[in-house]
């Protein structure tokens, strides 16, 4: 007699199309609850072709999800200002450098996080926020401790807002906090920019609060602005699978190995390629092939 294997096969529903629409496929083995989430990710937060879009998308578009782990506040003064200048976080594909004075390149710390001897897992990312006097941290991720630093999102805690309607007032909210640049389209209304907001006297006169991100103006705005500001707090992601550019300049760390420089003979130089950057440097030219030898 005959011996039948069943075999789980997916049954089309609603979801699959709304996938279909989206270009967001259910897995072969992927439960509806899972596929869910997923869709409502894309949705809320559609894949885009520049860089940080397809690193904030890549992990659904595999059937993975990034984890929220630590959400980066800033210590405030008596009138709701940071104490400190310019802050900035930023993730590389090595590194995860926390400014004081992001312009001048002041730092607050910087940990390795591929060295074993550095910030390798995340308790020492946390413990490190958690001893400057000029950061917060809030553990979102209880499960935090010896997941693997180098998995952190790649990115920047400062955003780009590309169009954003001003209210016809003399005072406008932005979305934003925290303004580094700002550029206006009504140049009649942002003449002048004055020190006070007590300064502004006359048509074209305006005042920026930069760390509250509030517009005042003398006669009502019109149009839209641009700009660009720190969001804090600032919510670092752990990826089940993390990309970032190959040409990050932190990539050495990682994909080298340091050598004694021929020139001073006391400096290690990373022009070594170790294992990992032997990997990937493979994989990238089996795809597109110098064409060299034959």
Same mark, same amino acid.
């Given at each position: 007699?005959?011996?039948?294997?069943?075999?789980?096969?997916?049954?089309?529903?609603?979801?699959?199309?709304?996938?279909?629409?989206?270009?967001?496929?259910?897995?072969?083995?992927?439960?509806?609850?899972?596929?869910?989430?997923?869709?409502?990710?894309?949705?809320?937060?559609?894949?885009?072709?520049?860089?940080?879009?397809?690193?904030?998308?890549?992990?659904?578009?595999?059937?993975?999800?990034?984890?929220?782990?630590?959400?980066?506040?800033? @210590?405030?003064?008596?009138?709701?200002?940071?104490?400190?200048?310019?802050?900035?976080?930023?993730?590389?594909?090595?590194?995860?450098?926390?400014?004081?004075?992001?312009?001048?390149?002041?730092?607050?710390?910087?940990?390795?996080? @591929?060295?074993?001897?550095?910030?390798?897992?995340?308790?020492? @990312?946390?413990?490190?926020?958690?001893?400057?006097?000029?950061?917060?941290?809030?553990?979102?991720?209880?499960?935090?401790?010896?997941?693997r630093s180098d998995h952190l999102r790649y990115g920047t805690s400062e955003k780009l807002v590309l169009s954003e309607?001003?209210?016809?007032?003399?005072?406008?909210?932005?979305?934003?906090?925290?303004?580094?640049?700002?550029?206006?389209?009504?140049?009649?209304?942002?003449?002048?920019?004055?020190?006070?907001?007590?300064?502004?006297?006359?048509?074209?006169?305006?005042?920026?609060?930069?760390?509250?991100?509030?517009?005042?103006?003398?006669?009502?705005?019109?149009?839209?602005?641009?700009?660009?500001?720190?969001?804090?707090?600032?919510?670092?992601?752990?990826?089940?699978?993390?990309?970032?550019?190959?040409?990050?300049?932190?990539?050495?760390?990682?994909?080298?190995?340091?050598?004694?420089?021929?020139?001073?003979?006391?400096?290690?130089?990373?022009?070594?390629?170790?294992?990992?950057?032997?990997?990937?440097?493979?994989?990238?030219?089996?795809?597109?092939?110098?064409?060299?030898?034959?």
């Amino acid at each position: 007699m005959s011996a039948y294997t069943p075999e789980k096969f997916l049954l089309p529903n609603g979801l699959d199309e709304i996938g279909l629409r989206i270009g967001l496929y259910r897995l072969k083995y992927e439960d509806l609850s899972t596929y869910r989430k997923r869709l409502l990710a894309e949705i809320r937060d559609p894949a885009g072709a520049d860089q940080e879009s397809f690193i904030r998308s890549l992990n659904r578009q595999v059937g993975e999800f990034d984890v929220p782990v630590f959400e980066i506040g800033l @210590v405030l003064d008596a009138f709701g200002d940071p104490i400190i200048l310019d802050p900035h976080i930023e993730v590389t594909s090595s590194y995860i450098n926390v400014y004081t004075d992001y312009a001048n390149r002041l730092l607050d710390f910087s940990l390795n996080i @591929v060295d074993r001897d550095g910030g390798y897992f995340l308790r020492s @990312v946390y413990n490190a926020f958690a001893a400057s006097i000029n950061y917060t941290i809030t553990m979102i991720d209880t499960d935090y401790q010896f997941k693997r630093s180098d998995h952190l999102r790649y990115g920047t805690s400062e955003k780009l807002v590309l169009s954003e309607t001003l209210l016809n007032s003399c005072c406008h909210n932005l979305d934003g906090m925290y303004i580094k640049d700002i550029t206006t389209q009504a140049r009649d209304v942002f003449r002048t920019e004055q020190a006070t907001q007590a300064a502004i006297a006359e048509d074209g006169d305006y005042y920026i609060d930069y760390s509250q991100g509030v517009l005042f103006t003398h006669i009502p705005m019109k149009g839209f602005t641009t700009y660009t500001y720190e969001d804090f707090p600032f919510t670092l992601y752990w990826q089940p699978v993390k990309a970032y550019p190959l040409n990050d300049d932190d990539t050495g760390y990682w994909h080298l190995d340091p050598q004694v420089s021929d020139i001073t003979g006391s400096e290690d130089e990373y022009i070594v390629l170790n294992s990992e950057g032997s990997k990937i440097i493979n994989q990238a030219l089996a795809i597109h092939s110098l064409e060299w030898g034959e």
